[in-house]
């Protein structure tokens, strides 16, 4: 029995050099909620497509009129959850120094934990389950995940800060890829959708505006039924014949 407990703290894949099983703990053993107050620091906020973000990046505006005075306090590293959409995701770990919402939590970890690692972790399906289920409220929309539900939740962790660190690195490597393909993509989005309106003619004309070099003369108009024909063809019993 304790061979078998201890496979399922093995991942499938590891890095290289390492090979202690996980280790399971409580999510109280490792964060501390933390409730430094401020209003004069940069806004954050978090989501679930995001994770934190500076508010000043989102194309949300928000209302310069409101009170910051409850704002709390979040340091580089401290995971941050939203209460009432921790279930949906809506947890990261910051990359910024700022204050947010006092609807958000603040969980400030200890020693034993690479913050990076856990903004993955605790975004695994089988958490946000869990979360869930100890949430408080009759309704998704209502259900609100307080610090002392948050702390008692288990789960597993490399005993190595140093594998904590690999693996949460990895993740982020991936994400910046992600990133930088998909601002290609959108470019080439945008360059293909310029070229199909300028590469055809239109409002008449035979010339395309863009055309490539070598090419001068006009194009022709012509019917497509020179072109094109109807299919009869259907499948038959699995076999293709005409009607």
């Not at 703990?25 to 995001?50: M, P, Q, T, Y």
């Not at 709390?72 to 959409?85: L, Q, T």
């Not at 009759?138 to 005993?159: E, H, R």
């Amino acid at each position: 029995m304790v061979e078998q407990h201890e496979k399922t703290l093995v991942p499938q894949i590891r890095f290289a050099g390492f090979t202690d099983p996980w280790e399971q703990r409580k999510l109280g053993e490792l964060f501390e909620e933390s409730d430094e107050r401020a209003s004069d620091r940069e806004i954050l906020s978090v989501s679930v497509a995001n994770g934190i973000y500076p508010a000043s990046e989102s194309d949300r505006e928000t209302n310069p009129g409101a009170s910051l005075a409850n704002y709390k306090i979040v340091h580089f590293g401290d995971v941050v959850y939203n209460s009432m959409r921790m279930w949906q995701g809506a947890v990261d770990a910051s990359r910024y120094d700022g204050i947010v919402s006092p609807a958000y939590v603040v969980a400030r970890p200890n020693s034993e934990v690479y913050a990076r690692f856990f903004a993955r972790l605790l975004r695994q399906p089988m958490l946000l389950k869990q979360y869930q289920q100890v949430s408080q409220g009759n309704s998704k929309d209502t259900q609100v995940l307080k610090f002392d539900d948050f702390a008692s939740i288990g789960i597993s962790m490399p005993v190595s800060e140093n594998e904590q660190r690999q693996i949460g690195g990895f993740f982020d490597r991936l994400d910046s890829l992600i990133t930088l393909h998909q601002r290609k993509y959108d470019k080439l989005c945008v360059l293909k959708k310029s070229m199909l309106d300028k590469m055809f003619p239109k409002g008449g004309s035979l010339y395309p505006e863009i055309r490539f070099s070598g090419f001068t003369d006009p194009w022709e108009q012509r019917k497509l039924e020179n072109y094109v024909v109807v299919s009869t063809t259907k499948n038959v019993d699995g076999k293709f014949g005409k009607e």
